[in-house]
Nanobody, 124 residues
Framework: QVQLAESGGGLVQAGGSLRLSCAAS????????MAWFRQAPGEEREFVAA????????LYGDSVKGRFTISRDNAKKTVYLQMNTLKPEDTAAYYC?????????????????WGQGTQVTVSS
């Protein structure tokens, strides 16, 4: 089992950058594929990015390609989401998720564990 804790959210102006972190507990972090999802009020949860257990494979949602970068540090049991050129439409609660599959998946149904979320607000 793994527990996830996100941090790094906040208020930023459009065009700015933020880096989110997701710290994981548990001894088998290297077995999990990891991902970020986001959800704005009144909207469905949206896939943002995923990284495989080794870090060698990544997958991005169309709306963030070229602006966001997902990475992981297995020694620190942490996953990161570097967000650049932020837009007001990126405003949402961002959630970290883990899957025992080890690979990358854009489907929220693939993920077994979820963090509590961190709020990102981008002002225009």
């Amino acid at each position: 089992q793994v527990q996830l804790a996100e941090s790094g959210g906040g208020l930023v102006q459009a065009g700015g950058s933020l880096r989110l972190s997701c710290a994981a507990s548990g001894r088998t972090f290297t077995a999990y594929g990891m991902a970020w999802f986001r959800q704005a009020p009144g909207e469905e949860r949206e896939f943002v990015a995923a990284v495989s257990s080794s870090g060698g494979g990544t997958l991005y949602g169309d709306s963030v390609k070229g602006r966001f970068t997902i990475s992981r540090d297995n020694a620190k049991k942490t996953v990161y989401l570097q967000m650049n050129t932020l837009k007001p439409e990126d405003t949402a609660a961002y959630y970290c998720a883990a899957t025992t599959m080890g690979g990358t998946s854009p489907s929220s149904f693939s993920y077994n564990y979820w963090g509590q979320g961190t709020q990102v607000t981008v002002s225009s």
